[in-house]
């Protein structure tokens, strides 16, 4: 692709309107947070609303707090085209996930504005309410209620205080209700939805690739075992005849790190936690738990995983004489990319002459739970040294822009694609 005066300008303004945001952020915590329900976010959100009527859309904010900015097509009776992310931040966070996907989308309808180009259908811009994960331990609460997916159980959530997710709204005014009912049209009602967002991993930066065309979503399996072995005297109980709870853990640790190690295409497992109950030095550590998370794009994988893990697991600790118990929950299903979604915007990208590779996505996004509303795409661009969630975080303006590009072009070519099936 060339450089053209036109990309620098964009590259300068989306460099701009990152900047600007950037500044309504927690001041007592570091990077740039700007965490869901606090004022900083609220602040933000005003600003959001003015650059999207600016943009020249009719904006409006649905009852989860998502606010929609509309471009209205020439057909009004065509289901709509969705593009949007987020603009809350991780606690010592960085500028640019979430926002790019929404600076990005208003940067999309400047440019078909000045190209004179008019969309068949309504183009939908959204800043989806709260994406990152909360004290109440649920992520994506706009688009999570847009899915129908926010339950009343949610709501009575609480955090540390004892306060209820359903009173942060109410706080922050909107009604815990309307949350509950602010359930958009399925699927019929709507023609796609596509995400900017950077990749949060080094993958790109590593190729020296500009785009990334997201395959998938990585499904999450999350595990509790607990390790019971017996209490002796650490002092006279000899070597050979313990059963040490956390010897058996640690050998499980390493056995999650092998698994991850092993995956066939794109799949890591992590233990996050290991505690020990006993509180004495001198007592031989008797019951441990261990949380451990897997994730990866192949479904196949993911659930012979487990399987694996417990019998690998279970022979070590009885060579210790240690019994576990294993609890799996799963945080997500593997979710994939549209083809049809997909293959629009790898086009796109050829012929704009940016060069691509397919990724899958490690990480959660809002484009999880508008796969259930509509077929479902993402674009990815670099991070630099693959940092995400820390102050560190960056992308080249430019890169940024060869983002939006495509994505412009990717939402003008949907416009008159025809998607059918599934994902
Ligand atoms: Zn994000």
């Known amino acids: 692709m060339h450089t053209s005066s036109h990309t620098i300008e964009a590259a300068e303004r989306l ?10 952020r927690e001041a007592s915590r570091p990077g740039w947070t700007r965490d869901v329900f606090s004022e900083a976010y609220r602040e933000s959100r005003q600003w959001t609303v003015h650059r999207m009527k600016d943009a020249g859309l009719e904006v409006h904010t649905d009852g989860a707090g998502n606010i929609v900015g509309r471009l209205p097509g020439t057909n009004p009776n065509a289901p709509a085209l969705v ?3 987020h603009t809350d931040t991780v606690d010592g966070g960085g500028r640019f996930d979430g926002i790019v996907g929404v600076l990005g989308a208003l940067d999309a309808v400047r440019q078909l504005r000045e190209g004179g180009t008019s969309l068949t259908r309504d183009l939908l811009v959204v800043d989806f309410f709260g994406e990152e994960s909360n004290p109440y331990g649920l992520s994506c609460l706009g688009s999570r209620a847009a899915a129908g997916e926010l339950t009343a159980q949610d709501l009575d959530r609480t955090d540390y205080r004892g306060v209820t997710l359903g009173e942060s709204y109410s706080r922050f005014g909107l009604d815990p209700a309307a949350t509950l009912n602010s359930h958009w049209a399925r699927r ?4 796609a939805f596509l995400e900017l967002h950077i990749e949060q991993g080094p993958t790109l930066e590593q190729r020296g690739l500009p785009l990334g065309i997201v395959t998938g979503i990585a499904g999450i399996q999350r595990l509790l075992a607990v390790f019971t072995g017996s209490p002796d005297h650490a002092g ?7 059963a040490d709870a956390m010897v058996a853990a640690a050998e499980a640790v390493l056995a999650v790190r092998r ?5 066939p295409t794109h799949g890591v497992a992590t233990t996050t936690r290991l505690e020990s109950e006993s509180r004495s030095p001198n007592v031989v550590p008797s019951l441990v738990r261990m949380t451990s998370e897997v994730r990866s794009v192949d479904a196949d994988w ?53 060069p691509w590779m397919p990724v899958p996505s490690g990480a959660t996004h809002d484009a999880v739970h508008m796969a259930t509303l509509a077929p479902m795409g993402m674009i990815f661009i670099p991070s630099k040294a693959g940092k995400s969630h820390c102050p560190e975080e ?26 059918t099936g599934h994902s």
Request: hydrophobic share 35%; charged share 20%; net charge negative.
């Open 302 to 354: 993911l659930s012979g995983v487990k399987g694996r893990l417990a019998q690998e697991i279970l022979g070590q600790a009885s060579h210790h004489g240690v019994d576990v118990d294993f609890t799996w929950s799963t945080d997500n299903e593997v979710v994939h990319t549209h083809p049809g979604v997909h293959d629009t915007a790898a086009r796109v990208a050829d012929t704009l002459g940016v």
């Open 259 to 263: 698994e991850g190690c092993g995956a």
């Open 188 to 191: 019929t009602g709507l023609h």
């Open 15 to 24: 460099g701009a309107g990152i900047t600007e945001i950037s500044d309504y």
């Open 83 to 85: 593009t949007g992310s």
């Open 394 to 419: 960056w992308t080249d303006f430019a890169d940024v822009a060869t983002g939006v590009t495509a994505l412009t072009q990717t939402l003008i070519a949907l416009d008159q694609t025809t998607l």
């Open 236 to 242: 006279t109980r000899p070597m050979t005849d313990r």
